[in-house]
């Protein structure tokens, strides 16, 4: 996968967004977003074959398995109901038909709908999407489980919406995934070709929560200016916060290290990890300074030999608001890390290689906060952070390469202004 590419998409992306915020340009803010959760079921349906080997080292030819994965949805509609953003987690991979000893999924989706007719009560929404996702495939055999291979790739995506006036949505749509091939080795030295369907299907239901459409109202602008004026007699418009999350480690590029088995898979998968940070947020600058840590792992086991790549990494990240477009605040700024590594192999449960050292690392973040006023002790944030290729080398051959790290949903609290909202409250009552 060509890092050029993928940065070349991700700004067309975020051009795309843009361009949607300049569309719909609208005064009120506090129905720019509504949060919603859900379920949703995807269906894959295979009709093509894969090549494995038995105990007696014959090649057997059997139907791949079609599957039926559940998923929780979590998302926001955003511009005032033209916009989703969404992510889609897989709960579990159920084999519904086919041979058992092969597996194709999804894993989760990321991705940003446009929806020409915006979602609203009583009607139908059609909508086109972009996202971005890893479909993986592995295959057991008689000498062991091949490694999972993945093809990371942006889909399209296409569906209708239903929204009822009690705010439940129901939806249908379809990905296309063009990346659906796989050179894949059923054993440690025999290689072969297997496709599998491009397409997949879904239904999903989900419930829209607007927790801020109440705040254009004539009360709630006096209230929150009070409130406004109590932060800041407080020194609690700069203030420090807390954000806790899950973080995405995305490959961009093979390792050497890794690429020199040939039955391996170049590009060595990353787990889901915390991502916890401590930052502290300049009121007039419009600005954060964060302290970050994330546990990051990679580990891939083929044919029963093992690669992990173990990485603590504590961050210190600057980054700059670009402005506040109804509530859809943009940010980008560099970062500088002191990463913990160990680096293990083995064969058979032998141990082959263990090593651990420290290094620096450097990096851009950039993402978005959702807000609705400069006051709100509960924000939820998106961090991407990309880092280039930092060549780490072992016998001569790098095992790290340039990733993406992506956190769809950090809750961020301010403890300060917590304070000054219970204060407030406290007051009143009394």
Do not use: C
């Not at 990321?110 to 929806?115: D, H, I, K, S, V």
């Not at 299907?201 to 209230?223: H, M, N, P, R």
């Not at 970050?292 to 210190?316: C, D, G, M, V």
Request: without cysteine; proline residues 4%; aromatic residues 14%.
């Amino acid at each position: 996968m060509s890092d050029l590419t993928q940065m070349n998409r991700a700004i067309i992306l975020t051009s795309l967004l843009l361009f949607t915020i300049q569309l719909i340009a609208q005064k009120d803010r506090y129905h720019f977003a509504a949060s919603y959760l859900g379920l949703e079921g995807e269906i894959i349906q295979e009709s093509n074959s894969f090549k494995s080997l038995n105990s007696q080292n014959q090649i057997n030819n059997t139907d791949l398995p079609s599957t039926l994965t559940p998923r929780v949805l979590i998302g926001a509609t955003h511009f005032w109901g033209h916009a989703d953003f969404y992510i889609s987690i897989p709960l579990s991979n159920l084999k519904i038909s086919g041979n058992r000893h092969a597996s194709i999924s999804n894993q989760v989706f990321t991705g940003f709908r446009f929806l020409p007719i915006k979602s609203q009560a009583d009607h139908f929404s059609p909508y086109l999407g972009i996202g971005f996702n890893s479909k993986n495939y592995q295959q057991e055999g008689a000498n062991g489980n091949s490694p999972l291979y993945s093809n990371w790739q942006w889909y399209p995506e296409i569906g209708l919406s239903y929204r009822t006036k009690k705010n439940i949505v129901f939806e249908i749509g379809a990905r296309y995934f063009e990346k659906n091939e796989y050179h894949t080795y059923i054993s440690r030295d025999l290689i072969n070709s297997t496709a599998v369907s491009p397409l997949s299907f879904s239904i999903a239901l989900k419930k829209v929560v607007d927790l801020t459409s109440s705040y254009s109202s004539e009360g709630a602008q006096k209230f929150l200016k009070k409130m406004h004026q109590k932060a800041s007699e407080n020194n609690a418009l700069s203030a420090f916060s807390i954000g806790v999350g899950y973080n995405a480690l995305i490959p961009l590029d093979k390792t050497d290290f890794a690429s020199r088995l040939p039955f391996f898979n170049d590009e060595i998968e990353g787990n889901l990890s915390p991502d916890i940070g401590v930052a502290y947020y300049l009121h007039q600058m419009d600005a954060s300074l964060r302290l970050s840590f994330r546990p990051l792992k990679q580990k891939e086991t083929s044919y029963h030999y093992t690669h992990q790549l173990n990485r603590n990494s504590f961050a210190i990240e600057a980054f700059k608001f670009l402005g506040d477009y109804h509530g859809f605040a943009p940010f980008i700024g560099p970062y500088v890390s002191y990463d913990f590594y160990r680096l293990r192999e083995s064969d058979f449960g032998q141990e082959l290689i263990h090593k651990t050292f420290e290094k620096f690392g450097y990096g851009v973040v950039f993402g978005w906060d959702i807000r609705q006023s400069n006051i709100d002790y509960l924000i939820l944030r998106t961090n991407l952070r990309y880092t280039p290729d930092l060549n780490h080398k072992h016998q001569g051959l790098s095992f790290t390469a340039s990733q993406l790290e992506f956190n769809f949903i950090q809750i961020v609290f301010y403890p300060e202004r917590f304070k000054v909202y219970k204060r407030r409250n406290h007051d009143h009552i009394n």
